[in-house]
């Protein structure tokens, strides 16, 4: 079993910066490969960018070249930093585990980012 915890999201303003965390109840970044989602409201939910076991990562092109995920391995932390924020950005954001290995999946209970003038 993995817990995942969310935090960092808030209200911010067009055009400002949040970083969203992630803290994994244990080391799984070797075998799991770890993503942020989100859901606005009325919306599914679809994946804003994900980073592999072997450290590839891969965007939405909605978010390309204003988001960056990263992972610090010793902290089993994953992290998502979004620059130029946009009111479109505005949703529940949610980090999510997966093992292509195991099939097993793990989200967390999600953190509110609203973007507003």
């Known amino acids: 079993q993995v817990q995942l915890v969310e935090s960092g999201g808030g209200l911010v303003q067009p055009g400002e910066s949040l970083r969203l965390s992630c803290a994994a109840s244990r080391n799984i970044f070797s075998i799991y490969a770890m993503g942020w989602y989100r859901q606005a409201p009325g919306k599914q939910r679809e994946l804003v960018a994900a980073?592999?076991?072997?450290?590839?990562?891969n965007y939405a092109d909605s978010v390309k070249g204003r988001f960056t995920i990263s992972r610090d391995n010793a902290k089993n932390m994953v992290y998502l930093r979004m620059d130029s924020l946009k009111p479109e950005d505005t949703a529940v954001y949610y980090c999510?585990?997966?093992?292509?290995?195991?099939?097993?999946?793990?989200w967390g209970q999600g953190t509110q980012v609203t973007v507003s003038s």
């Open positions: 999510n585990a997966h093992s292509s290995i195991t099939g097993n999946m793990y």
């Open positions: 980073i592999s076991s072997g450290g590839s990562t």
